[in-house]
């Protein structure tokens, strides 16, 4: 009896191990598997993010310069058809739309170079302020200078400022001046030789607006449609980005109408 007792607690005590000691090895096998699983998820996780900062970096670069290149080269079309036609009669004037020409030229260099300046600094590794980052200057306090440049092209415009100006920040100030100079840019080359281009920010207690009309001389500045669209699609984008609204279309009385609500809080 003392012999059949001792050979069976041998035997349960062996296997009992046996049994112990494989459930052991097995459960460090399973979460040896499913760590090994985790990491390729966190792996292929980062690949994706990776590639859509890059993707989001392209489009954001892709908008600035489409900003900057339509603005600048649209300006100094106008112009210098301008002073191709007045050359003769005018000198003075030509001189005068020949130096906007200049200095768009000067003005889209500088920013293009920043650009570049951007992306060197990135492919190095360097800082970045994310993906909705402004490289340029652009700013509510260029607004002035922006319906001047409307103006030196031969448009009548006007810049009004409803409210109390006060600071916003630096990205939605940067939007809304995009999104102007995106509008008017449309007006000089959509709205008419004559279009009056009329410009206002208005300070509202939770965000700004900023909005750009044109008159559109009713039924013979009709916007054609061989442009990309691009201009359109960025400025949503942008204003998305930020959290805002945007209005794009025709008015009712004649010409068109862009006005974008960007929040400051």
């Known amino acids: 009896m003392a012999y059949s007792l001792l050979n069976i607690l041998i035997n349960v005590i062996y296997f009992g191990g046996a049994w112990y000691a494989g459930n052991r090895a097995w459960a460090s096998a399973v979460a040896k598997h499913e760590l090994d699983e985790r990491t ?50 005018d000198p003075a004037q030509a001189t005068a739309s020949l130096g906007v020409v200049e200095d768009s030229a000067r003005t889209a260099v500088e920013e293009l170079r920043r650009m570049l300046g951007t992306l060197r600094a990135d492919d190095a590794g360097g800082p970045s302020d994310g993906p909705d980052s402004a490289p340029s200057t652009a700013g509510l306090g260029r607004l002035p200078e922006l319906v001047d440049a409307v103006r030196t092209a031969g448009h009548a415009a006007d810049l009004v400022v409803v409210g109390d100006e006060r600071p916003v920040p630096p990205t939605v100030g940067a939007v809304a001046f995009r999104i102007a100079q995106e509008a008017v840019t449309n007006v000089l080359k959509h709205a008419g030789p004559t279009a009056r ?67 400051t809080t």
């Open 40 to 89: 390729a998820e966190l792996a292929a996780e980062r690949e994706r993010t990776a590639a859509q900062a890059v993707t989001l970096e392209r489009v954001r670069i892709a908008r600035e310069l489409h900003d900057v290149v339509a603005h600048h080269v649209s300006l100094m079309g106008v112009q210098a058809g301008a002073a191709r036609r007045v050359i003769d009669r």
């Open 197 to 263: 281009a009329d410009v206002r920010l208005r300070y509202l207690d939770d965000g700004i607006e900023v909005e750009v009309a044109d008159d559109g001389h009713g039924e013979r500045a009709v916007r054609r449609a061989s442009g990309s669209g691009l201009g359109h699609v960025g400025m949503r984008e942008r204003v998305a980005a930020v959290g805002g609204r945007v209005e794009i279309g025709p008015r009712a009385r004649g010409g068109y109408l862009v006005r974008a609500w960007l929040p």
